[in-house]
Nanobody, 124 residues
């Protein structure tokens, strides 16, 4: 069992930055490939970024590539999403999730545990 709690959301102007953190409890965090997803109002949840168990492999949605960076610290049971050059279209609730497979994936259905989300609002 893995419990996930996101933090770091808020209101920022376009062009600004935010740093989202996801704290995990439970002894199996290091067996999770971790992902960040987001869901804008009235839209479906979409993949943002993922990182492998050891942190060596990452993958990003095209819409955030070059602006967002995902990283993890297994000693601290945390995963971070650094978001730079934010745009109004990045406004959404952001969720972290754990996938207990060996590989990283963008498929929502393959993630086993989810946090409750943190709101990110980017004003024009």
């Amino acid at each position: 069992q893995v419990q996930l709690v996101e933090s770091g959301g808020g209101l920022v102007q376009a062009g600004g930055s935010l740093r989202l953190s996801c704290a995990a409890s439970g002894r199996t965090f290091s067996t999770c490939a971790m992902g960040w997803f987001r869901q804008a109002r009235g839209e479906e949840r979409e993949f943002v970024a993922a990182v492998s168990r050891g942190g060596a492999t990452t993958h990003y949605a095209d819409s955030v590539k070059g602006r967002f960076t995902i990283s993890r610290d297994n000693a601290k049971n945390t995963v971070v999403l650094q978001m730079n050059s934010l745009k109004p279209e990045d406004t959404a609730v952001y969720y972290c999730a754990c996938n207990q497979a060996v590989y990283i994936t963008i498929a929502i259905s393959e993630y086993d545990y989810w946090g409750q989300g943190t709101q990110v609002t980017v004003s024009a």
